[in-house]
């Protein structure tokens, strides 16, 4: 298989192996202060309303209010925030007596699209209470609300409507979330969530130049006494007229200038191309080094998962692993020491990982995966040259030294011997220095190429992800998902919603499915267990499936009955590493269970309450309803659906009345 040409691919399904929780903890979606002005913890109310988390858009609304900041926006959310994922009976009367009484200390100021739905809203409370009433002329008012109101209405007053409206109520309900499910390009856009806010790319810098101090000494001594010695030698011959002597001497210094630029090339070329075969080997050489750190370990287990699932089609992945063994190593260590002193988490540079991997697997399609073998080559004419270079300084050298000894005798001589041993020194020092250098220029060459590729691919990233959903669509998708699941579970049974006596929900995350949250919001996860508890007059029906949350879609789905003197009790159990279950037992001895928060709730900010991010998460997984639920029915049977214990004492028409 030849691997996507585009290098930022998208890491599919549950793909981040071995991934922690994301926390988008640079997104201030959910920020508020203590001291932020009352039009901002108003704003962040109604975005934890938006999120599925009532009770704590309930307290910031509340502090809005207490600071008298009152609009019809303002009335408009705070009763959706007090009924939202709760019936009449949950109510306490002092919440009860406060609904009632809202229109009193939430009047509304002129007339405007939030005032029309302020007035609906009431009215559909009113209508509640009425059993008999004729509610059809009040349906059509709520279908005529603008779709912002008309959606936040149904979506949060649903559960606390009963009587007439309720069968009217559900299909609205149910019209809406049919037709929101797939909005907003919900499968191409729901996997950006799950994606951290990357990283900017960083390329490890080559090293600079480092030429110990006695090579620079050895290159400057050796230099001031060969070449002075050297010049001697070359006047001795002119004294002594031996043309043919000093023209070899000539060619013997021409020779060896030749020589040692080919050679330089020549050695280069062919230790680079040494050290590259030795890094890209199958097999690392035994070497004393340090062993990878765990980032170190971490970055190559996520360069072999994106190698294997972009490698070939048609050869085995453990083979293909093994090819790529060297190369994986090399990509290691450079994004280690690149991002490792900085304190980015790996999840950062994902991105990166991903495209350094499919560039891999791109050059092995098109064969340039080993081309720098090809690259370093030594040309033929530098080899020519080098060896030609060296032969004409060795016989010019030999004539010329011969014929200097002849001239001068012993003086002679001993310039020889300086000349030779000094040259022999500074040559060895000079061919360093210049290696270092030629070294240095190669490495910041392939830094710059790779630091533009990355850049760009980063850049590509930042532009894929520009559309990520805020948590408040991820939200809507999921109640979406509930209703559409609800739904199925009722023509499973061939129950209207009007035979339900009450519904709860429990959402949990599905095996080690990708997480991610938005600072101060709750986990969302790729693929959710969802539970339905459906109860009626003949006892509790249990509707479960696996919610695939990218597009919406159910899998793996059982049922279960009970009659309500099989429930025997009803808890959530927090362990140690703050993981919180959801237990339900039966009289038999089987227990439902469900892993609400699991222990990756300790991945929190530090700016961030630990309890806080297990309320949110909590609420806005519904745990709080369905205990309410659940508890009452394991708590007293059948007689919980009577309906005058399901209607309890919080009545919004009668105030003497009080909660059961």
Same mark, same amino acid.
Request: a neutral charge; one cysteine or more; hydrophobic letters at 40%.
């Given at each position: 298989?030849?691997?996507?040409?585009?290098?930022?691919?998208?890491?599919?399904?549950?793909?981040?192996?071995?991934?922690?929780?994301?926390?988008?903890?640079?997104?201030?979606?959910?920020?508020?202060?203590?001291?932020?002005?009352?039009?901002?913890?108003?704003?962040?109310?109604?975005?934890?309303?938006?999120?599925?988390?009532?009770? #704590?858009?309930?307290?910031?609304?509340?502090?809005?209010?207490?600071?008298?900041?009152?609009?019809?926006?303002?009335?408009?959310?705070?009763?959706?925030?007090?009924?939202?994922?709760?019936?009449?009976?949950?109510?306490?009367?002092?919440?009860?007596?406060?609904?009632?009484?809202?229109?009193?200390?939430?009047?509304?100021?002129?007339?405007?699209?939030?005032?029309?739905?302020?007035?609906?809203?009431?009215?559909?409370?009113?209508?509640?209470?009425?059993?008999?009433?004729?509610?059809?002329?009040?349906?059509?008012?709520?279908?005529?609300?603008?779709?912002?109101?008309?959606?936040?209405?149904?979506?949060?007053?649903?559960?606390?409507?009963?009587?007439?409206?309720?069968?009217?109520?559900?299909?609205?309900?149910?019209?809406?979330?049919?037709?929101?499910?797939?909005?907003?390009? #919900?499968?191409?856009?729901?996997?950006?969530?799950?994606?951290?806010?990357?990283?900017?790319?960083?390329?490890?810098?080559?090293?600079?130049?480092?030429?110990?101090?006695?090579?620079?000494?050895?290159?400057?001594?050796?230099?001031?006494?060969?070449?002075?010695?050297?010049?001697?030698?070359?006047?001795?011959?002119?004294?002594?007229?031996?043309?043919?002597?000093?023209?070899?001497?000539?060619?013997?210094?021409?020779?060896?200038?030749?020589?040692?630029?080919?050679?330089?090339?020549? #050695?280069?070329?062919?230790?680079?191309?040494?050290?590259?075969?030795?890094?890209?080997?199958?097999?690392?050489?035994?070497?004393?080094?340090?062993?990878?750190?765990?980032?170190?370990? #971490?970055?190559?287990?996520?360069?072999?998962?994106?190698?294997?699932?972009?490698?070939?089609?048609?050869?085995?992945?453990?083979?293909?692993?093994?090819?790529?063994?060297?190369?994986?190593?090399?990509?290691?260590?450079?994004?280690?020491?690149?991002?490792?002193?900085?304190?980015?988490?790996?999840?950062?540079?994902?991105?990166?990982?991903?495209?350094?991997?499919?560039?891999?697997?791109?050059?092995?399609?098109?064969?340039?995966?080993?081309?720098?073998?090809?690259?370093?080559?030594?040309?033929?004419?530098?080899?020519?040259?080098?060896?030609?270079?060296?032969?004409?300084?060795?016989?010019?050298?030999?004539?010329?030294?011969?014929?200097?000894?002849?001239?001068?005798?012993?003086?002679?001589?001993?310039?020889?011997?300086?000349?030779?041993?000094?040259?022999?020194?500074?040559?060895?020092?000079?061919?360093?220095?210049?290696?270092?250098?030629?070294?240095?220029?190669?490495?910041?060459?392939?830094?710059?190429?790779?630091?533009?590729?990355?850049?760009?691919?980063?850049?590509?990233?930042?532009?894929?992800?520009?559309?990520?959903?805020?948590?408040?669509?991820?939200?809507?998708?999921?109640?979406?998902?509930?209703?559409?699941?609800?739904?199925?579970?009722?023509?499973?049974?061939?129950?209207?919603?009007?035979?339900?006596?009450?519904?709860?929900?429990?959402?949990?995350?599905?095996?080690?499915?990708?997480?991610?949250?938005?600072?101060?919001?709750?986990?969302?996860?790729?693929?959710?267990?969802?539970?339905?508890?459906?109860?009626?007059?003949?006892?509790?029906?249990?509707?479960?499936?696996?919610?695939?949350?990218?597009?919406?879609?159910?899998?793996?789905?059982?049922?279960?009955?009970?009659?309500?003197?099989?429930?025997?009790?009803?808890?959530?159990?927090?362990?140690?590493?703050?993981?919180?279950?959801?237990?339900?037992?039966?009289?038999?001895?089987?227990?439902?269970?469900?892993?609400?928060?699991?222990?990756?709730?300790?991945?929190?900010?530090?700016?961030?309450?630990?309890?806080?991010?297990?309320?949110?998460?909590?609420?806005?997984?519904?745990?709080?309803?369905?205990?309410?639920?659940?508890?009452?029915?394991?708590?007293?049977?059948?007689?919980?659906?009577?309906?005058?214990?399901?209607?309890?004492?919080?009545?919004?028409?009668?105030?003497?009345?009080?909660?059961?």
């Amino acid at each position: 298989m030849t691997p996507p040409q585009d290098t930022t691919n998208v890491a599919s399904d549950d793909a981040q192996v071995g991934v922690q929780g994301i926390v988008h903890g640079d997104v201030y979606y959910y920020a508020v202060d203590p001291d932020s002005p009352p039009e901002k913890k108003f704003e962040i109310g109604v975005r934890f309303l938006e999120g599925g988390a009532a009770g #704590r858009a309930l307290r910031l609304i509340d502090e809005a209010l207490a600071s008298d900041y009152i609009t019809n926006r303002v009335c408009f959310y705070w009763p959706l925030a007090m009924v939202s994922g709760r019936t009449r009976r949950e109510l306490s009367a002092q919440e009860a007596a406060r609904l009632r009484d809202s229109d009193r200390f939430l009047p509304l100021t002129g007339d405007d699209s939030w005032a029309d739905g302020v007035r609906t809203i009431r009215r559909l409370l009113d209508a509640a209470e009425k059993p008999d009433a004729d509610v059809r002329h009040l349906i059509a008012e709520l279908d005529d609300l603008r779709p912002a109101e008309r959606i936040m209405i149904l979506r949060h007053m649903e559960l606390f409507l009963d009587g007439s409206i309720k069968d009217q109520m559900w299909h609205l309900t149910l019209r809406d979330a049919c037709a929101r499910q797939k909005t907003g390009s #919900r499968e191409d856009r729901v996997w950006k969530f799950f994606e951290p806010e990357p990283a900017a790319p960083e390329v490890r810098r080559p090293e600079l130049p480092t030429v110990p101090g006695p090579t620079w000494l050895k290159a400057v001594a050796g230099t001031l006494v060969s070449v002075p010695a050297t010049a001697h030698i070359g006047l001795l011959l002119v004294q002594g007229g031996r043309a043919s002597a000093l023209l070899a001497y000539l060619l013997s210094i021409v020779g060896g200038c030749f020589a040692a630029r080919a050679g330089l090339e020549w #050695r280069f070329r062919s230790g680079r191309r040494h050290a590259l075969d030795e890094a890209y080997a199958l097999t690392p050489r035994l070497r004393t080094d340090t062993p990878p750190d765990r980032y170190a370990r #971490r970055i190559e287990h996520r360069f072999a998962y994106y190698l294997a699932k972009y490698g070939p089609t048609g050869m085995d992945r453990e083979v293909w692993l093994m090819w790529t063994a060297g190369v994986r190593r090399r990509m290691r260590d450079q994004v280690a020491d690149a991002y490792r002193d900085r304190g980015t988490k790996v999840e950062a540079i994902n991105w990166l990982i991903r495209h350094r991997a499919c560039d891999v697997a791109h050059r092995w399609a098109d064969g340039t995966l080993w081309s720098y073998r090809q690259e370093l080559a030594t040309p033929s004419r530098t080899i020519v040259t080098a060896v030609f270079g060296t032969m004409a300084f060795s016989a010019g050298g030999a004539w010329a030294i011969g014929s200097a000894v002849q001239v001068s005798g012993p003086t002679g001589i001993t310039l020889v011997v300086l000349a030779i041993a000094a040259g022999w020194m500074a040559g060895r020092a000079w061919l360093r220095i210049a290696f270092e250098r030629r070294r240095y220029a190669a490495d910041w060459s392939d830094y710059e190429k790779l630091s533009a590729e990355c850049a760009a691919a980063y850049a590509r990233w930042r532009r894929r992800l520009a559309n990520k959903p805020d948590d408040g669509e991820m939200a809507a998708w999921l109640d979406c998902d509930r209703k559409v699941l609800l739904n199925e579970a009722l023509r499973h049974y061939r129950l209207k919603m009007s035979d339900v006596v009450a519904y709860a929900f429990i959402e949990a995350r599905s095996g080690s499915a990708t997480r991610a949250r938005i600072q101060g919001g709750p986990w969302r996860y790729r693929k959710y267990d969802m539970k339905i508890f459906v109860i009626t007059a003949d006892g509790v029906r249990q509707y479960n499936a696996r919610l695939h949350f990218p597009d919406g879609t159910f899998h793996d789905r059982n049922r279960l009955n009970y009659r309500f003197e099989a429930v025997t009790a009803v808890h959530v159990r927090q362990s140690d590493d703050n993981s919180h279950t959801f237990e339900l037992s039966l009289m038999d001895g089987q227990k439902i269970t469900a892993q609400m928060i699991g222990p990756e709730l300790a991945e929190h900010q530090q700016s961030e309450d630990l309890e806080d991010v297990s309320e949110v998460s909590l609420d806005a997984a519904g745990l709080r309803h369905t205990l309410h639920v659940l508890e009452g029915v394991a708590a007293e049977g059948k007689a919980w659906m009577t309906p005058d214990r399901r209607r309890g004492a919080a009545s919004l028409d009668d105030p003497g009345r009080s909660s059961a």
